[in-house]
């Protein structure tokens, strides 16, 4: 019974979770609210992946054989991904609201993760509040940061933002390779390739396929809102709000089917991820216009000799 509910717990502090979770927020609540939170979540992805990587540090049940393996995981445990991940997820919907009880919700949630990870011998408790600590910092620096990057951004040209896109996600991809080159010539140790396969993972050489996934995903995020800025508006009725969200899934889920085919070597990985991130960013609102299950943005009128600056939904 605990094991069930601390698993479930869990599933709500990964990437996989929160980035659908904010797709949903960005195609049907709040667009600048859900692309932001994506966005945010893509650069994390990228962040852990190079530094778990860079320190890779052992999971406890790989060399603890007291602790029971109840996850076949086969990356490096510093620091915790979902420690990490919701801190920034979690934390930057905190964010958007004003209330107190909106904070009493969201920080023990995001406390609760980091104890089921730890329960589950997936993480230390130092590989817990690591994650923890570089999900802060990513927050805090995204939020002060982002009324000076948002307006410098949106005033480049669409074709220069999406050379920026492609150059930030490059950027982070290379740190990862960085990361990766420390471990040229690094075997796995025995003891932990025995737990690995007895909790049903794969113990295979490690790759830049993960750091692929990130830098893939963060690049078609950025790349897709540059292109469908000002172009959708998430005002609508209930039933075209709702109507949405399976559109967009399925979409995505055409796109990853799609992707298994081509193989999993990095170059192939970062192209299906960014497909994926392009079509949550830019195809899905698009569709969802052709299909009328969304509008354009109304402009703002101006009198004459005022700038008009587009509505933001």
Not at 7 to 21: C, D, E, I, N, T
Not at 69 to 90: D, I
Not at 214 to 241: D, E, K, N, P, Y
Request: aromatic residues 8%; hydrophobic residues 50%; contains cysteine.
């Amino acid at each position: 019974m605990l094991t069930g509910f601390m698993h479930a717990v869990s599933a709500v502090g990964s990437a996989g979770f929160l980035l659908p979770v904010m797709a949903v927020v960005y195609w049907s609540v709040c667009a600048r609210a859900g692309a932001r939170g994506a966005l945010l979540l893509g650069g994390s992805m990228v962040v852990n992946g190079a530094l778990k990587l860079l320190f890779h540090d052992p999971r406890p049940y790989w060399t603890d054989p007291s602790i029971p393996g109840r996850q076949p995981l086969e990356s490096f445990g510093m620091p915790s991904g979902h420690a990490q991940n919701s801190a920034v997820g979690w934390g930057y919907l905190a964010s958007l609201g004003r209330r107190r009880w909106i904070w009493a919700g969201a920080a023990p949630l995001v406390v609760l993760i980091g104890v089921s990870r730890v329960q589950l011998g997936a993480h230390s408790p130092g590989q817990v509040l690591a994650g923890l600590a570089v999900g802060v910092v990513l927050l805090a620096a995204a939020l002060r940061a982002e009324p000076y990057v948002v307006p410098w951004w949106t005033r480049q040209r669409r074709a220069a933002q999406v050379g920026l896109s492609l150059a930030v996600s490059l950027t982070g991809l290379a740190a990862t390779w960085a990361a990766l080159r420390t471990l040229d010539g690094w075997m796995w140790p025995a003891t932990w390739r025995h737990e690995i396969l007895a909790a049903g993972g794969n113990a295979e050489p490690v790759t830049l396929e993960d750091g692929a996934a990130a830098a893939g995903t963060l690049f078609g995020l950025l790349a897709g809102l540059s292109l469908i800025q000002g172009r959708f508006a998430v005002a609508g009725t209930a039933w075209q709000r709702a109507a949405r969200v399976p559109v967009g899934g399925a979409g995505a889920l055409i796109v990853y089917t799609v992707g298994l085919f081509l193989g999993t070597q990095p170059f192939q990985t970062f192209v299906v991820q960014a497909l994926i991130g392009l079509w949550i960013a830019a195809g899905a609102p698009e569709a969802f216009v052709r299909l009328g299950l969304a509008g354009r943005p109304t402009p703002v009128l101006t009198r004459p000799g005022e700038e008009r600056e587009p509505v933001r939904p």
